[in-house]
C-alpha cells in the first residue's frame, strides 16, 4: 500500500511538501504516481516520478509542483508551491499506472483564496 500524508490548509499561494510511503511493492523497480480528487470530481493524475528518478507533470501544475523519490526509504515526495485555490483536492499516490488494490485513504490539501 502507499500512503500519502503531510495535506493541510494553506493559504494561495503558499506551500505543502507531502510525503508518500510505500509498502508491500517493489519500489525502486516501480514507477510513481500523485493523483489528486478534488471535491465532487473524479481522481485525476497529477505528476509521476519513473523509476529512474524522471519527473513528468500535467500541464496545470508544471513549474509549481516538484516530484522526488527516495529508494532508501521507499517514500515519494510532492513538493507543491505556488498553491492555487483550484489545487484543493484529497492528495494519494500510487504506482504509474496506478494498480487497484494500493490506493491509501489520501491526504488533505486545501488552498484558501
Known amino acids: 500500500q502507499l500512503q500519502a500524508s503531510g495535506g493541510g490548509l494553506v493559504q494561495a499561494g503558499g506551500s505543502l511538501r507531502l510525503s508518500c510511503q510505500a509498502s508491500?511493492?517493489?519500489?525502486?523497480?516501480?514507477?510513481l504516481g500523485w493523483y489528486r480528487q478534488p471535491p465532487g470530481k473524479e481522481r485525476e493524475y497529477v505528476a509521476s516520478?519513473?523509476?529512474?528518478?524522471?519527473?513528468i507533470y500535467v500541464e496545470s501544475v508544471e513549474g509549481r509542483f516538484t516530484a522526488s523519490r527516495e529508494n532508501a526509504k521507499n517514500t515519494t515526495y510532492l513538493q507543491m508551491n505556488s498553491l492555487k485555490p483550484e489545487d484543493t483536492a484529497v492528495y494519494f499516490c500510487?504506482?504509474?499506472?496506478?494498480?487497484?488494490?494500493?490506493w491509501g485513504q489520501g491526504t488533505q490539501v486545501t488552498v484558501s483564496s
Open positions: 500510487n504506482t504509474s499506472p496506478p494498480l487497484s488494490g494500493t
Open positions: 508491500g511493492i517493489d519500489f525502486s523497480n516501480s514507477h
Open positions: 516520478i519513473t523509476r529512474g528518478g524522471y519527473p
